[in-house]
């Protein structure tokens, strides 16, 4: 998604425009394609080490730099919603033994508490964080080739980018999250580095930022989502003629289409079936046809889960005339199928379908962008995952989310419990494509804020108003 976000848009573009040279870290392994692909004066990649990171992470004190992130993970404020938060927690309990539960969980519930009530432990909390860096430094040698007067990262040391970070605030480097993830705010809140500065896509985010986890309201930006102006600006969207061949679609049926979300909490399987089972028994108005989009993470081979799940669909699309699957593509590395590589398909997809329909991922947005309804479906199976030792959660659970309940109360589309519900809403919007379409222009105002495909220019604009500063 960071590739999206700073290289495939105007963010990059705009800065070196303005002659800042850009240095782009990112998977060693497809460093170099990357680099043959973005070519341009001004423009360096390099390496983002993350397979040291990892081990640094896993092998010097593993379990204090995990308790450090779970704490982090989960120790946003109550002053924002923490349903995505709360979850997390009892995921932990379920998915490790009693001994784990004693010795960590049942204490950790405790700093919980006191993260969760007041500012100063969270302030400590991230303080503490900033002792873990790898020795040497695993950066050293870069910030002393490059200088960078700013380093920005597209999370706020949520993820491996926290060794980076850390490693800038030794050199008095400033530094800046630029959020990518839509839910990422109120789903990881507390920085994993001293940050100097965010920006963020709306409003809503921003107060998640200082509510959740202490940002200084001066020192966060409301820029977008730069990601998204192509959409906007209709870049990356194939003829329907085009599109429809390149997946052997029937022109003479309409296109609901299903995007498999991010939720590990509960299996996709029960709404793809259904929806399999509406498009092929001919139970909706109009004769129609589905087309599956597959989550990067069901081509994890761990936990096996996901794959059985993808292996699963697949049989569906054999079992069903009217059943197509479309996976994402694969950029390697670590990146694996995040790379960002298919934003034609992606938007192609989401204009061209008359219904998309999935759970409450970041999707229920881009479809919005689109003005394609939307309907979310919460079908559950008895026992979830039904896997020893995994953590399952209702979808229907789920709907309180922080993004989730933003999507419903906004009214943006409609949601669906049962087989039933999703053939009346699909229905629904078949016979009235027109039908909430106030509510989905309305949502996308509130959740990116800028909807004429300037995020990219306004995100570099703030970037290098901190570089004059």
Same mark, same amino acid.
């Given at each position: ?94 998915? #490790? ?224 005339? #009217? ?147």
């Amino acid at each position: 998604m960071a590739i999206i976000y700073f290289l495939q848009s105007d963010v990059v573009s705009t800065l070196l425009d303005a002659g800042v040279e850009i240095v782009v870290l990112t998977d060693d392994e497809t460093k170099d394609r990357i680099a043959q692909r973005y070519t341009r004066p001004g423009l360096t990649f390099e390496g983002l080490r993350l397979k040291e990171a990892n081990v640094y992470a896993t092998k010097f004190k593993p379990r204090l730099q995990w308790l450090l992130a779970y704490l982090r993970r989960v120790g946003g404020s109550w002053r924002i919603n923490t349903e995505a938060m709360d979850s997390h927690i009892w995921e932990v309990w379920v998915e #490790n033994g009693w001994k784990f539960r004693l010795g960590i969980w049942i204490p950790a519930a405790v700093a919980i508490l006191v993260l969760r009530t007041f500012a100063f432990a969270r302030n400590f909390l991230v303080r503490i964080q900033n002792r873990f860096i790898p020795h040497p430094n695993l950066y050293a040698d870069l910030f002393a080739l490059h200088k960078p007067d700013l380093v920005i990262a597209s999370t706020a040391g949520w993820r491996l980018d926290r060794y980076l970070l850390r490693e800038a605030n030794l050199h008095n480097v400033p530094t800046m999250a630029a959020i990518v993830g839509w839910d990422n705010p109120s789903s990881y809140a507390i920085r994993g580095a001293s940050m100097d500065y965010a920006t963020c896509w709306s409003q809503l985010q921003k107060d998640e930022l200082i509510y959740g986890s202490d940002w200084h309201p001066e020192r966060v930006h409301i820029g977008g989502i730069p990601s998204y102006d192509g959409y906007f600006r209709k870049e990356w969207q194939l003829s329907k003629d085009d599109y429809f061949k390149l997946h052997d679609l029937d022109a003479s049926r309409k296109l609901i289409s299903y995007a498999c979300s991010f939720v590990h909490f509960a299996p996709n399987y029960p709404n793809v079936e259904a929806l399999s089972k509406l498009v092929s028994s001919e139970a909706l108005t109009e004769p129609s046809q589905l087309l599956i989009r597959l989550h990067p993470s069901h081509f994890q081979d761990k936990p096996r889960i996901f794959a059985d799940e993808r292996e699963q669909i697949f049989a569906l699309e054999k079992q069903y005339p #009217n059943v197509h699957v479309v996976k994402p593509v694969a950029l390697g590395g670590s990146l694996g199928y995040y790379g960002g590589e298919d934003m034609d398909e992606k938007s192609s997809m989401m204009v061209h379908s008359d219904v998309l329909v999935t759970v409450y991922s970041t999707m229920v947005v881009e479809t919005a962008v689109h003005d394609t309804p939307i309907v979310a479906a919460v079908i559950d199976v008895p026992g979830g995952w039904n896997k020893k030792g995994k953590f399952s959660l209702s979808l229907k659970k789920i709907g309180n989310w922080p993004t989730h309940k933003r999507f419903r109360d906004a009214k943006a589309g409609r949601v669906a419990s049962n087989e039933k519900e999703l053939c009346d809403v699909i229905n629904l919007y078949l016979k009235n494509p027109s039908l909430d379409a106030v509510e989905r222009r309305k949502f996308i105002e509130d959740e990116i804020t800028f909807t004429d495909g300037s995020s990219g220019k306004r995100t570099a604009e703030f970037i290098l108003k901190i570089l004059n500063s």
